[in-house]
């Protein structure tokens, strides 16, 4: 009789499986790039934006879902889009990286991808992953639960979008180049001001009547879905008067987290709870930068992103929005850490963990992130030029090749598009969170190194701050391709038997994008069971651009179900030069188009 019993339940959740897949929907989404007029801090000017908005559209869609959208490039150069935090399975043909897994769509041309949602619901978003494009080419991506399913969390009354993002004055994409030009090398920007759902707030120049406002009703429960699309900066955030509930991260639940504030790094996402009980008024909402750097001036109100939380229904008043006063301050550290040290995945029957146990751990990575500098030497020849602001891991600076790696890697060449030598340790050991100046930790080397993975190996990586040339700040780490079990985070240097002994093996965040401290580690584990090539990066843009990334191509499972799948027909060409760096002088030909 059990044996009867225990098989028709499993018949049962075969069938549920059956009929959540047969329920799942396929959407369709047309994006216009091309460059439209904005006027912000006194100025106006031209940016290139996805459906003239900034930010771009949200993406709707449930768990399991496919979605296309094809990409129109109207601009004057390439880029790329990136499904942060989608893990894609077994396609990372539509992934997006610049010259990791496709070359440019290419101006006047199209490409569409074919975004496959998985075990992701939450919130997610999409951006540009070429360059600086993404400060303003990017939008959220809002999972709803598969049909048939909910929230593990009362149904919220109603939904708010909030976009953190980063205005720049004058033509953001020239100044960048300008930068980054081996001939001028020179400190790449910094943010004129910051956004929420592109405005500028109160305390800023010209922008006192544009303010963005989200009306609410008293004793409603508003899910905010936010993302943090800011080039370089962590966001403290919280609302006058009010207490959040964080219940996600990127595109994962967590345990219900009620606080007076949440802090957001570049690239991730949170959902949170927030009930409408205050008095009937009006309210800031306030993004505060958190400064990880070694400054000691504080950024005042004007650098904050503001808007407005105001109530519904009859009342007058003419004093201003109240402020939040329990927003920490832009240099406060302890906040920062108290509160990620509170994050726990969800971990019910309904929504388990599967965290890789140590007997389980098949490859161990200790990886440095560091500022560098790269100096010619005799050896590199008359060509070399001296680059003063360059960014590493384990001491190698990435180089973008001219051609997708992905795309050599399908093909079976290595080099001269890419090397399979990545160091699971730095070269030379010494004390990483103490200022180096010496040579030794200071020069780096460039290359298109990248780890080589048997499908389903387990991977334990500890990420290990430094404070190379006094430039140790925190790194949002993002792996592509796969979501990552956060083990735990410290200070100082990673020393494996005193601090695995602290690691959470029992609900750890579940995330694709976490903080390595400044002047500390992050320890996290994943099963490298999507075959492909995975980007993995710091998620500042400037230390992108720097060189502070790899990529892992992590082998086909030996069966149909475990491979990577074929690339499609129409893939952008990398036979044309032309880069997200490059402006074109002229029309492009016919045939270079084809």
């Not at 399991?64 to 990409?71: E, F, L, R």
């Not at 020239?174 to 081996?182: A, F, G, R, Y």
């Not at 980007?535 to 502070?548: A, K, N, Q």
């Not at 030996?558 to 036979?575: H, I, R, V, Y």
Request: a negative charge; proline letters at 6%.
């Amino acid at each position: 009789m059990a044996t009867q019993i225990l098989v028709f339940a499993v018949l049962i959740v075969i069938l549920l499986v059956f009929i959540s897949l047969a329920q799942c929907e396929v959407h369709y989404h047309d994006f216009i790039v091309k460059e439209v007029n904005f006027t912000r801090l006194c100025e106006s000017k031209l940016m290139l934006v996805v459906n003239e908005s900034y930010p771009g559209p949200a993406i709707r869609a449930r768990k399991g879902d496919t979605i296309y959208v094809n990409v129109h490039n109207q601009g004057y150069y390439g880029f790329t889009i990136h499904w942060h935090g989608v893990k894609q399975p077994r396609n990372p043909w539509f992934d997006g990286p610049e010259y990791v897994t496709q070359c440019p769509i290419l101006p006047g041309t199209n490409f569409t991808y074919q975004v496959q949602l998985s075990t992701e619901e939450g919130t997610l978003w999409w951006h540009a992953h070429s360059d600086w494009t993404r400060a303003s080419v990017h939008g959220a991506i809002v999972i709803l639960p598969a049909l048939g399913t909910t929230f593990p969390f009362p149904e919220p009354d109603e939904e708010e979008i909030i976009v953190f993002g980063s205005w720049y004055l004058g033509n953001l994409k020239e100044e960048v180049d300008e930068c980054l030009d081996p001939a001028t090398n020179s400190n790449l920007p910094i943010a004129d001001g910051y956004t929420i759902n592109g405005r500028l707030g109160d305390f800023s120049a010209c922008s006192q009547n544009t303010t963005y406002r989200r009306k609410v009703d008293y004793g409603k429960t508003y899910l905010l879905r936010i993302v943090n699309a800011n080039v370089d900066v962590e966001f403290y955030f919280a609302i006058a008067e009010h207490s959040l509930t964080v219940v996600g991260l990127d595109g994962s639940y967590t345990k219900p987290i009620t606080t007076g504030y949440i802090l957001i790094a570049p690239g991730q996402t949170m959902d949170v709870l927030l009930n409408a009980s205050s008095f009937l008024g009006r309210y800031y909402m306030v993004g505060r930068e958190y400064i990880s750097a070694t400054v000691e001036t504080l950024s005042n109100t004007a650098n904050d992103a503001i808007a407005i939380l105001e109530y519904n229904g009859n009342y007058t008043t003419s004093e201003s929005p109240l402020f939040p006063d329990q927003i920490p301050n832009s240099l406060s550290q302890e906040p920062a850490f108290s509160f990620y040290g509170k994050l726990r995945s969800l971990a019910t029957p309904e929504y388990p963990v599967s965290v890789p146990k140590e007997s389980e751990v098949t490859t161990r990575m200790y990886i440095t992130a560091s500022a560098n500098a790269l100096y010619c030497t005799e050896d590199l020849g008359p060509s070399c030029v001296n680059i003063s602001f360059a960014a590493s891991v384990n001491n190698i600076s990435w180089a973008n090749p001219r051609e997708s790696v992905l795309q050599a890697y399908y093909k079976n060449i290595s080099e001269p598009v890419y090397e399979t030598d990545f160091p699971d340790e730095p070269p030379t050991y010494f004390n990483f969170t103490e200022i180096a100046m010496t040579l030794d930790p200071v020069l780096t080397v460039q290359g298109t190194k990248v780890k080589v993975l048997e499908y389903n190996e387990t991977v334990e990586m500890v990420f290990q701050g430094t404070d190379v040339m006094g430039g140790s700040v925190n790194h949002p780490m993002h792996l592509h391709g796969h979501s990552f079990y956060v083990l735990g985070f410290g200070f100082g240097n990673y020393l494996a038997e005193r601090d695995s002994k602290t690691f959470n093996l029992i609900d750890p965040p579940y995330v694709a994008t976490f903080i390595t401290p400044k002047n500390g580690w992050l320890a996290i584990r994943f099963v490298a069971n999507n075959p492909g090539v995975w980007f993995w990066h710091c998620h500042m843009e400037r230390h992108l651009s720097w060189g502070m990334e790899s990529a892992f191509i992590i082998k086909d499972g030996g069966t149909a179900e475990t491979s990577m799948l074929p690339p499609p027909a129409t893939m952008p060409s990398c036979d044309v030069q032309l880069d997200s760096g490059a402006l074109l002088s002229g029309e492009l030909t016919k045939n270079q188009l084809e």
